[in-house]
């Protein structure tokens, strides 16, 4: 008769080794948990996409070759309007066409057109620069292709499953891993309160558009949502896209893509209003945000209502906490565009004379400008970081082009190595370009900081602006 009795010293042997084996697992675990957290790190922002600038070429600047000379474009429109552009520099974006031969087109241009904006004729148009292989006296000579329609609002409503009316606002832009994202605002019924945010993805060839989805941004029929402005690349080829909310309460909001890529969160980079329907003066649209570090950014934004524009100073990518001032800058209903060359903050923005802003907004702080477009300008930036103090300043540097009665305004930009591409919609009937060198773009500012700090220690002011120097800056 066999012995049923269980062997106790080997039932406690197996149980520590169990123990110890399952101790050792949960401790592996947790390490392998904090280990992969510690390899993903913090996210990064990418930086510098289009070649630092050369220090010995910025040393070796004259104050006569620092003159602007920007070279002037215009793309050809067939329709009675045209408004909201969007420019991308493709020099990531090479393919052989179908003779073999290599593209030869520089830069590509979206914008909408059609009889008047938020007409049902609007269509998204597409526009190719070729420049010329010969030069007049140091321009780039070029042509701009004749416009394609490439998305139609019955186009979208297949694409989408949704019935779309009108479109506007296209977005472009490519990130890290050569992916050309388009994003398109539709509006189904009403206007521009009521719209959506659709993306898109270009092929290789930049002719065909494949539907990736609609955002879903609300949870009230995910209504009154807007682009305005390119996304902040991320190095993984992530990015993080500014847009805006518009239907009672107006505020920015930041879409956070993975490099899969898929929207993965939601942040807001200013403090969202206490009440249902805030205070006009309170209403922040069409953010502009740029990154300055790999895990600091800077955002401007379209007032409602005539005020100060505000600045915000972002740390963190992945968990943004941002910071907010305002600037010397009174935004008067105008979309402005924030950009880096080196270490140089820029801002391409919509003006009158500072005076005449700031008198106006204080009488008519319920009331837009209607000739508030008629002049856009870049400006140099200052003490716009949290530790700066005070407010943020900008100081022009040069007129980019001004009309009279009429506007030029919703400036685009994207740069190469060499030069700073910018699009912009003139009097609403064509979109117009220019070329400015970045180098002379860069000596330019820092010759007119220089200027502007030498004189104010000369007065014992230390801050502020300098008149004399900003009408020397604007006359050449």
């Known amino acids: ?71 002037y474009f215009t793309i050809p429109n067939l329709e009675k309007s045209a408004h909201a552009s969007a420019i991308v520099v ?35 148009y ?35 499953g949704k019935f779309i009316s009108k479109l506007g606002n296209p977005v472009s832009f490519i990130d890290t891993l050569g992916r050309v994202h388009v994003f398109v605002v539709g509006v189904s019924l009403g206007g521009w309160a009521t719209s959506r945010i659709y993306w898109l993805m270009f092929d290789e060839n930049l002719e065909n558009l494949h539907f990736k989805q609609e955002l879903a941004l609300s949870p009230f029929a995910n209504l009154s949502s807007l682009v305005r402005v390119p996304a ?60 300055l570090s790999p895990t600091q950014s800077l955002g401007v934004y379209r007032n409602y209502v005539p005020s100060p524009m505000i600045v915000s100073f972002c740390d963190g990518v992945e968990s943004m906490h941002c910071t907010t001032k305002p600037s010397n800058l009174t935004n008067n209903g105008s979309s402005s565009v924030l950009f880096t060359i080196g270490d140089r903050v820029f801002l391409l923005h919509n003006h009158k004379g500072r005076q005449e ?18 002049s856009s300008e870049a400006a140099v930036g200052e003490k716009y970081r949290e530790d700066d103090g005070g407010i943020a300043e900008f100081v022009p540097i040069m007129l980019l082009d001004s009309v009279e009665s009429s506007e030029v305004s919703y400036p685009s930009l994207d740069q190469s190595a060499q030069y700073l591409h910018i699009a912009y919609t003139y009097k609403r009937a064509y979109i117009k370009t220019a070329l400015l060198n970045r180098a002379q773009l860069y000596a330019k500012a820092k010759s007119v900081l220089d200027d502007k700090s030498a004189k104010d220690v000369a007065k ?17």
């Open 1 to 71: 008769m066999s012995n049923s009795m269980p062997d106790i010293g080997a039932q406690t042997r197996l149980w520590r080794f169990s123990g110890v084996l399952f101790g050792a697992l949960v401790l592996g675990a947790i390490g392998f948990v904090f280990l992969t957290h510690k390899s993903v790190s913090t996210q990064h922002f990418a930086l510098d996409s289009s070649g630092v600038l050369n220090p010995c070429a910025l040393e070796s600047t004259t104050p006569e070759s620092s003159r602007l000379k920007p070279a």
């Open 90 to 124: 493709l020099d990531k974006v090479r393919y052989q066409g179908a003779s073999g031969m290599p593209d030869t087109r520089a830069f590509m241009a979206l914008y909408f057109a059609g009889s008047r904006e938020g007409a049902r004729d609007v269509g998204i």
């Open 126 to 160: 597409q526009s190719f620069f070729t420049p010329s292989a010969k030069t007049h006296e140091e321009q780039i000579l070029g042509h701009w292709s004749t416009p394609r329609e490439i998305l139609t609002p019955n186009h979208l409503s297949r694409l989408s």
């Open 232 to 291: 902040m690349k991320l190095e993984n080829g992530g990015f993080i896209l500014p847009v805006y909310h518009e239907l009672a309460r107006k505020y920015p909001l930041l879409l956070h893509f993975n490099s899969t890529p898929a929207l993965e969160s939601i942040s807001l980079p200013l403090p969202p209003p206490n009440r249902i329907l805030a205070h006009k003066e309170h209403s922040k649209l069409q953010p502009s945000f740029i990154a």
């Open 357 to 374: 802003l700031w008198i106006y907004a204080l009488r008519n702080s319920s009331k837009l400008d209607s000739n508030a477009r008629e």
């Open 460 to 476: 014992g002011l230390g801050k502020g602006f300098c008149p004399e120097s900003i009408a020397k800056g604007l006359a050449q």
